[in-house]
Structures are given as C-alpha cells and as structure tokens.
Nanobody, 126 residues
Framework: QVQVVESGGGLVQSGGSLRLSCAASGGTFSNYGLGWFRRAPGKEREFVSAISRFGSRRSYADPVKGRFSISRDNVKSTVYLEMNSLKPEDTAVYYC???????????????????WGQGTQVTVSS
C-alpha cells in the first residue's frame, strides 16, 4: 500500500508563494488519485485540491481557485501544490492524501482517501 510524506511548508509573508510536495512510496503511483486537504487552527479539515491519476482532471476549493495549482509527476511519484498570493487565512496544516481508483465527483470528501500523510505546517503572516 502507498505511503505519502509531505514537505515544503514554512513561514511566508502575505502575498508570497510556497510549493508543497508529497512523495509517495510503496505502491504504483499512477493507480492513485491524490488530494490536498488542510486544517486551520480551531477548524475542521477541509478540501483544497485534487488531481486524477494521470493529471487530466483537477479540482479546487473555491477559496484557493486562481491562486493554487496542483500537479503531479508520475515518474518521480510526487504530487505538488503550488500556492501563490497566500493569505493569512491559508495558515493551516496541509495534508496529502491518496485514493484508489478513477476520478469521481466525491474527490472533495475525506472519506474517499485511504492513505494520509502527517501534514506540513504553512503559516502566512500578515
């Protein structure tokens, strides 16, 4: 089964950029759809973005549309989240998650994902 590990978090000023990476091991990477979720302090974990197995389909939560971009490299078994124009409200722990199977309309749901990383902290200062 696949294991995923996030990296790339840190402290950035409002308006800045960060790129998160999620490296996978232990499975055939192209068998998995990937998603990013986040949990802000005192809030529930929420969907951020998802990408299909070969990158042909992507989905974004409304708060990040136009600012974040998800991509994947199936050779490197890595998924990326490019985050631009960061805002203080983007401050959260960001989680990478993997799901088996083809694209579905439920990719925004945590329940679709069976494999989770430990998370990486992103802090945006005002």
């Amino acid at each position: 089964q696949v294991q995923v590990v996030e990296s790339g978090g840190g402290l950035v000023q409002s308006g800045g950029s960060l790129r998160l990476s999620c490296a996978a091991s232990g499975g055939t990477f192209s068998n998995y759809g990937l998603g990013w979720f986040r949990r802000a302090p005192g809030k529930e974990r929420e969907f951020v973005s998802a990408i299909s197995r070969f990158g042909s389909r992507r989905s974004y939560a409304d708060p990040v549309k136009g600012r974040f971009s998800i991509s994947r490299d199936n050779v490197k078994s890595t998924v990326y989240l490019e985050m631009n124009s960061l805002k203080p409200e983007d401050t959260a722990v960001y989680y990478c998650a993997a799901r088996i199977g083809i694209w579905s309309e439920g990719v925004w749901s945590e329940g679709e994902y069976g494999y989770w990383g430990q998370g990486t902290q992103v802090t945006v200062s005002s």
